[in-house]
């Protein structure tokens, strides 16, 4: 990261730009002029994703971080997937429209913790989730996603120790679905964390033919009554070809966008957290990025991620063992 004078103490460009400026036309003409890309997680919010060059989870970024022929990245998403994109891509400028797109799972795993947790079981390799920081990367086997957690942990025989990090519900889960005990870092992601078990239910009475599509960061409770379960890309692919047509959600809202853009014909509900009378759950961190922030990122191309070489070179190894391993089972 980087400290500028134009950027604010809250971590993006002070400056608002002009009421006459069209948002949407001027992100595109600036794109095309300095030969940049914008990369969105499925959790930003609609207007981000219709004017983004790609839409994925952690995995899909990753890859299209490692590969493309831009000169600036923009990636509209959290600060550990800008971090990402630089580590696979260190030539070229990336860039995130607010330093302070932060994420909870990642905050949940700090590095010297972790590193006296790592120094405590020498025996065990590490398989983090790319939920981290690069500093926490540095201290990673190899990366995992959502997508390919299961892939990652079946690639190492069962007579090697594991330790996995940070997300204790993606943990608990792969370990009991592959049948095999890791040791688990006590980390979660405060969006999955909060849907509430008992309002989902109510949904599913009110929707009786609907299916329960959750992400593997939601508690036990939660998946135990799921009729799928899957990251946001593997969620997506399920509710296009799976022959209901009502489905409840269980993950950030942001990913309503493209199933309802997916199939149009069909019904998506978003499943509620436990603290509001809001009818969905959002992350606030992703809900930073906007069409405004946006644009002066891309006009003065700041704020930039910043990393040292040794933190690159030292970060990098596992994320490329990760995009191996994945290529390997076609991911």
């Not at 990025?289 to 040292?308: A, F, G, N, Q, W």
Request: glycine share 4%; proline share 5%; hydrophobic share 40%.
């Amino acid at each position: 990261m980087i400290y500028n004078e134009m950027i604010n103490e809250f971590g993006f460009i002070k400056e608002k730009p002009n009421s006459n400026v069209n948002l949407t036309e001027e992100i595109r003409r600036i794109k095309k002029e300095k030969n940049a890309i914008i990369c969105a997680h499925f959790y930003q919010t609609d207007e981000i994703q219709e004017i983004a060059d790609y839409i994925g989870d952690s995995l899909k970024l990753a890859q299209i971080a490692e590969n493309n022929t831009a000169d600036i990245i923009v990636l509209a998403g959290v600060h550990f997937m800008a971090e990402t994109a630089k580590i696979l891509a260190p030539h070229k400028k990336v860039l995130i429209p607010d330093l302070n797109a932060g994420c909870s799972l990642a905050d949940s795993c700090p590095y010297d913790d972790f590193k006296t947790f790592k120094d405590a079981h020498p025996d065990h390799i590490v398989i983090s989730y790319v939920n981290t920081t690069a500093a926490i990367k540095t201290l990673t086997d190899v990366v995992c996603t959502s997508s390919n957690a299961e892939q990652i942990v079946n690639s190492f025989p069962k007579s090697q120790n594991i330790i996995f990090g940070p997300d204790r519900n993606l943990g608990r889960y792969i370990s009991q679905k592959l049948n095999r005990e890791m040791l688990i870092w006590d980390g979660a992601c405060s969006v999955h964390e909060k849907f509430s078990l008992e309002k989902i239910l109510q949904l599913k009475q009110e929707y009786p033919n609907a299916k329960i599509l959750a992400h593997p960061e939601c508690t036990q409770a939660v998946l135990m009554i799921s009729d799928y379960i899957g990251s946001t890309s593997n969620m997506l692919e399920y509710s296009k070809k799976d022959s209901a047509n009502e489905f409840i959600v269980v993950t950030e809202s942001g990913i309503l966008f493209k199933m309802r853009e997916a199939s149009p014909s069909k019904t998506f509900i978003p499943a509620p957290p436990n603290d509001s009378t809001c009818a969905c759950n959002d992350c606030e961190f992703m809900k930073l990025i906007t069409l405004e922030k946006l644009y002066t990122t891309l006009k003065y191309e700041l704020p930039e991620i910043i990393l040292s070489n040794e933190i690159i070179e030292q970060a990098k190894k596992p994320i490329i063992r990760m995009l191996e391993i994945s290529k390997q089972h076609g991911l």
